[in-house]
């Protein structure tokens, strides 16, 4: 009898999970970085969603340079937590090539505003998944969730949980995956 063979979609969800849950987790990530290598490289699948402010945000327009995406919701209270920090990274990083996109699961707009005049999350990039087709698409599981996506559109890395975004040695981490991509 031949084994069961499995969509690529599950195949995508088992690698990067596996990845994050055994090697991404915090009391692990402090040697090895915030976020668990992907096993293989994986295409990112699409992300076309409009921003909080209510304009388009599409993941291709990214291609050639590295995007961290975040998923998050308001009830999440890690991913409540950590967004102060993951604006604090997009502040240290900016103009090096890493953008940082929060994507929100589910809430509404005006919640999530309300929300954001409580903390200080700066020029972060909000988009919002009101139907969260976008957080299945990923096969986000748990929150927060949390992708690099590398200059050639695929997941390199992947974690579940928060993490102290701003801290020196994830700022060197990430300086590290960008000085192995340059050319």
Known sequence: MRPPTFPH????????????????NPAIADDTGPLAAAPIPIAAPAINLLRLDGTPFSLTDRK??????????LWCAPCRTEMPALARL?????GRGLEIVAV?????????????KQVDV????????????VGRAWHVQALPATFLVGPDGTITH?????REWAAEKVLRWFEKQLAKAAP
């Open 9 to 24: 979609s599950h195949r995508l969800a088992a690698a990067i999970f596996a990845a994050a849950f055994l090697f991404g």
């Open 104 to 116: 929100n699961l589910g809430d509404k707009p005006d919640a999530v505003a309300r929300f954001l």
């Open 90 to 94: 997009k502040t240290q990083m900016a």
């Open 64 to 73: 050639g340079k590295f995007t961290l995406i975040n998923f998050w919701a």
């Open 122 to 133: 700066g020029e972060l990039t909000i988009v919002m998944d009101r139907q969260s087709a």
């Open 158 to 162: 992947a974690a579940v949980g928060a």
